[in-house]
């Protein structure tokens, strides 16, 4: 009986020390609540798009999140996470993807149902190497100007990504609940897929 209550205090222990970790990558990046947290380690992936207007100033933004857990190792995840050039045959929506080591830069081609137009893809990425923070900027296309951050983080044999985006531009002519629905649904959609290819 006592083996058993040492056993039970030490997994406890185990367990709180752990979903203090995971609470604390999120610390300061980006809020959720505790049903996001339970999502997330229900390994489902979670994603959220918020896009205000200002009609007489003619401007829009957009602020917008994707966060999961994967079921591998950052190390073994990222063998093909890191591989941008391979997203047309990693992502059904992506048609056109490449990427240029030297310089750093990223072209990718959307076609979706949801998307108004085909919509390119500018921007310049460091090959994704472990865990860490990695930033990002839209140089060129649709959200010209949107800068962004990759967090990743290994979490118990599992590996955690976070990316987060803002963007403030002449507005698009777009309705915000339009750009929120097709931002966030393609987010989403996107990492789901991505993390089935780098499971093998």
Known sequence: ?????????????????????????YKDKQSLSSEVYSDILKDRVVADATVRDNDKEDWQDLDTFVTGLHTKSCERSLRKISLYEKYKDFIDYVSESSYHEKTE???????????????????????????????????????????????????????LYLIKAYWKGKSTKFPNIVIEAFTKTLLQVGMEKIFRVSQF
């Open 105 to 159: 830069q990223v072209h990718l081609a959307l076609e979706h149902s949801l998307l108004p137009v085909k919509m390119v893809l500018e921007f310049k990425l460091p090959r994704l190497r472990g865990p860490g923070v990695y930033p990002f900027i839209f140089d060129n296309g649709f959200f010209k100007g949107l800068k962004g951050n990759i967090y990743i983080e290994n979490y118990q044999d599992r590996c």
């Open 1 to 25: 009986m006592k083996k058993f209550l040492l056993c039970f205090v030490v997994f406890s222990f185990v367990q709180a020390l752990a979903n203090e970790n995971f609470e604390k990558f």
